[in-house]
């Protein structure tokens, strides 16, 4: 018998048909990084793994096998649900978007324990409700990812010259950090310093600070939310698919 592999706590990010009767789970680990897995039977057998057969909860896993092919899942019990059936569509759009961009980030047998945390603490507002944030909280998890990913510049400082930049800066290059006034010369636009001083303590919190998050100062919302973009285009391999419904989520959300 092939040995047992025990993955400690886990993340389903996604559920692919295989077979007549099997799924492959992509699990998020914080100690392995991500492990693809074959539920054997779970979908011809309700009963075979529980509930575990779904997106957005956590399972304590365990796998055996896998030298040369998928692992075969041996354990799945649930130790968390976050969305319920009955959670809104924009929760639904928000907590794949999540779970897509932590997927294509982790890496198998790599564990990242911060990028684990980084999808179960967003998961955690996720289900506390994001209607009337949707963009805000979009653009707070976009950018305390890519801190995540080590990837956010320095929003406290001049990458040219080193002042502080409490009064302001440009960030013409989303690949490079920000400027102040005097080295950006006519290179904009602006980036005020509420949404710097919001950036910083977003970045700067193990936890994420949801009430900012919901109410990130919407006047330089759009620069930065452009930069971001730009910069997530540059790490991601692809496009994610779940990036376009969350694009009409936000569009239909009414802020309040
Ligand atoms: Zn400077």
Redesign the pocket.
Known sequence: MAATRELGPCLVARLTPFRDADLILSLLSAAHGRVDAIARGARSSRRRFGGAMRLFCEVNAAVQGGRGSLPVLSQADVQRVWLQDEVGYDQLCFASYLTELALVASQPDHADADLYDWLSGWLTITQLGVSGHVRSLRLAAEVTFLHVMGLFPDVRS?H????ETSAGAAWPDPTEGL??G??AGDAGPVIAPDMLLALAVLISQPEPAIELARSLPVQTLRPVEDRVARLLARVLPSTLRSSEALRTAVRDDLPV
């Open positions: 001049c040219s010259c080193g002042r400027l102040c005097d080295c």
